[in-house]
């Protein structure tokens, strides 16, 4: 409600109350007003009373707001609700992005930031960062995690009653030039198989399994062997194997429920992880009391949970020891994802296989792919239809057809003749 109170000068105090903060405390917001020169006091109470109405709908339709700057309300809004809703890996990752947002906007009021603003800096996460980092550039999905938290700050702002817009609808990220993702080609994958002999054996299933199932690293980590049918050659993702620094290594759910997902492997790759069950059991009898039992196929040197990095460190020095780019661990999922494809698997199967929540992300992910195998649809078309080629070649040409029908025709003249003589 708005209130009002005459200074000694003779000008309004207007204020009006716009509720409570996230801090708990009342926040007011204040207006001046001066009379015209010549007005009654008659007047003057009527305008007054006039201008104090006028201020509180501009307080409600959320044009005056809270004086609070963002940094603030963003921690508030990271320990009320990021930290009690959000995943710990979502929770870690928002953090980061803080790096790079307080700098820019933290210092300023949150009724005082514009769409212009933030457009600004998502621009400029784009344009800067490749000027400082060699002519490398954020990738456009790093931009899109930075206005994605702004985007969350002021709504829930909204929800709190401290604003009635959010300007980040009206900011949109720029697009990027969009690099294929890389992948092992079948050449290096030859490579990594027949040297992987020589290498312990639990990388060896890590490797294989990754390549044969296009699980995420999250997933290949949070296997256990109760998740193994031996009998129907088939292994679960029920969960992942999460780190932090707050936490460290937790078991979480999946990424979606769309992850959890049933896959079937060859006996080749059965045989394999038979002989790493076996091995892990002699190794944890050795051990005796020091072995921490968790079920895990892979883990630490006594049964603990691998750390998330241990399969990355691993692969990069076993790929520089072999003479081969690393390319990341991803990008065995990729591979596996472009072996499908160009096998002609159709994308609800592939998008099946990887566990994704949608096709739209399958398609997302691997269009090009998927238009590259789609070319070759004309040559399985060509291929199946030959016979179609070889009859044509057979068959004389229309000019050779019209030529023989004339020499039939002046056969049977010169007959025709000879038989009237």
Same mark, same amino acid.
């Given at each position: 409600?708005?209130?009002?109170?005459?200074?000694?000068?003779?000008?309004?105090?207007?204020?009006?109350?716009?509720?409570?903060?996230?801090d708990g405390k009342?926040?007011?917001?204040?207006?001046?007003?001066?009379?015209?020169?010549? &007005?009654?006091?008659?007047?003057?109470?009527?305008?007054?009373?006039?201008?104090?109405?006028?201020?509180?709908?501009?307080?409600?339709?959320?044009?005056?707001?809270?004086?609070?700057?963002? +940094?603030?309300?963003?921690?508030?809004?990271?320990? +009320?609700?990021?930290?009690?809703?959000?995943?710990?890996?979502?929770?870690?990752?928002?953090?980061?992005?803080? #790096?790079?947002?307080?700098?820019?906007?933290?210092?300023?009021?949150?009724?005082?930031?514009? =769409?212009?603003?933030?457009?600004?800096?998502?621009?400029?996460?784009?344009?800067?960062?490749?000027?400082?980092?060699?002519?490398?550039?954020?990738?456009?999905?790093?931009?899109?995690?930075?206005?994605?938290?702004?985007?969350?700050?002021?709504?829930?702002?909204?929800? &709190?009653?401290?604003?009635?817009?959010?300007?980040?609808?009206?900011?949109?990220?720029?697009?990027?030039?969009?690099?294929?993702?890389?992948?092992?080609?079948?050449?290096?994958?030859?490579?990594?198989? =027949?040297?992987?002999?020589?290498?312990?054996?639990?990388?060896?299933?890590?490797?294989?399994?990754?390549?044969?199932?296009?699980?995420?690293?999250?997933? &290949?980590?949070?296997?256990?062997?109760?998740?193994?049918?031996?009998?129907?050659?088939?292994?679960?993702?029920?969960?992942?194997?999460?780190?932090?620094?707050?936490?460290?290594?937790?078991?979480?759910?999946?990424?979606?429920?769309?992850?959890?997902?049933? =896959?079937?492997?060859?006996?080749?790759?059965?045989?394999?992880?038979?002989?790493?069950?076996?091995?892990?059991?002699?190794?944890?009898?050795?051990?005796?009391?020091?072995?921490?039992?968790?079920?895990?196929?892979?883990? #630490?040197?006594?049964?603990?949970?691998?750390?998330? +990095?241990?399969?990355?460190?691993?692969?990069?020095?076993?790929? #520089?020891?072999?003479?081969?780019?690393f390319r990341g661990?991803?990008?065995?999922?990729?591979?596996?994802?472009?072996?499908?494809?160009?096998?002609?698997?159709?994308?609800?199967?592939?998008?099946?296989? &990887?566990?994704?929540?949608?096709?739209?992300?399958?398609?997302?992910?691997?269009?090009?792919?998927?238009?590259?195998?789609?070319?070759?649809?004309?040559?399985?078309?060509?291929?199946?239809?030959?016979?179609?080629?070889?009859?044509?070649?057979?068959?004389?040409?229309?000019?050779?057809?019209l030529i023989c029908?004339?020499?039939?025709?002046?056969?049977?003249?010169?007959?025709?003749?000879?038989?009237?003589?």
């Amino acid at each position: 409600m708005a209130t009002f109170r005459k200074r000694k000068n003779g000008s309004y105090e207007i204020k009006v109350s716009c509720g409570y903060g996230v801090d708990g405390k009342q926040h007011n917001q204040y207006k001046s007003y001066y009379p015209a020169p010549g &007005m009654t006091p008659k007047q003057i109470e009527k305008e007054v009373n006039r201008q104090a109405v006028l201020f509180e709908e501009e307080c409600k339709k959320g044009q005056i707001t809270s004086a609070i700057k963002f +940094e603030t309300f963003a921690e508030q809004w990271l320990e +009320e609700y990021a930290k009690v809703n959000l995943r710990a890996t979502s929770y870690s990752k928002m953090i980061q992005v803080t #790096k790079r947002i307080y700098p820019a906007l933290g210092h300023k009021r949150l009724d005082k930031i514009t =769409s212009r603003d933030i457009q600004k800096f998502i621009t400029g996460l784009l344009v800067n960062e490749k000027n400082l980092n060699n002519g490398k550039s954020l990738s456009r999905k790093t931009a899109v995690h930075h206005l994605n938290f702004i985007s969350d700050v002021f709504n829930y702002a909204v929800r &709190m009653g401290m604003l009635t817009d959010n300007p980040c609808r009206r900011v949109v990220v720029p697009k990027t030039e969009q690099t294929e993702k890389e992948i092992y080609t079948l050449d290096e994958v030859k490579k990594l198989f =027949s040297n992987l002999q020589n290498e312990p054996l639990n990388y060896q299933v890590y490797l294989t399994l990754a390549i044969y199932s296009g699980f995420r690293r999250s997933e &290949m980590l949070g296997l256990e062997w109760k998740d193994i049918d031996f009998n129907y050659n088939t292994i679960k993702i029920r969960r992942t194997s999460q780190y932090t620094s707050e936490k460290g290594i937790y078991t979480d759910t999946t990424k979606t429920k769309k992850s959890q997902r049933i =896959s079937k492997f060859p006996e080749t790759v059965m045989e394999l992880l038979k002989r790493f069950q076996q091995e892990q059991s002699k190794e944890a009898q050795r051990l005796g009391s020091k072995w921490e039992d968790h079920d895990r196929l892979f883990t #630490k040197w006594n049964g603990a949970p691998m750390y998330p +990095e241990m399969p990355y460190k691993w692969l990069k020095d076993y790929c #520089k020891k072999i003479k081969i780019p690393f390319r990341g661990i991803h990008a065995l999922r990729h591979l596996h994802a472009s072996l499908l494809i160009y096998e002609g698997i159709d994308v609800v199967a592939v998008s099946s296989d &990887m566990g994704h929540s949608a096709v739209g992300t399958t398609l997302n992910l691997y269009s090009h792919m998927f238009q590259e195998a789609r070319a070759r649809n004309c040559d399985a078309i060509s291929n199946a239809l030959r016979f179609t080629r070889e009859k044509i070649t057979q068959k004389s040409s229309p000019q050779k057809n019209l030529i023989c029908s004339l020499k039939e025709m002046r056969t049977s003249r010169k007959k025709k003749a000879k038989l009237c003589q």
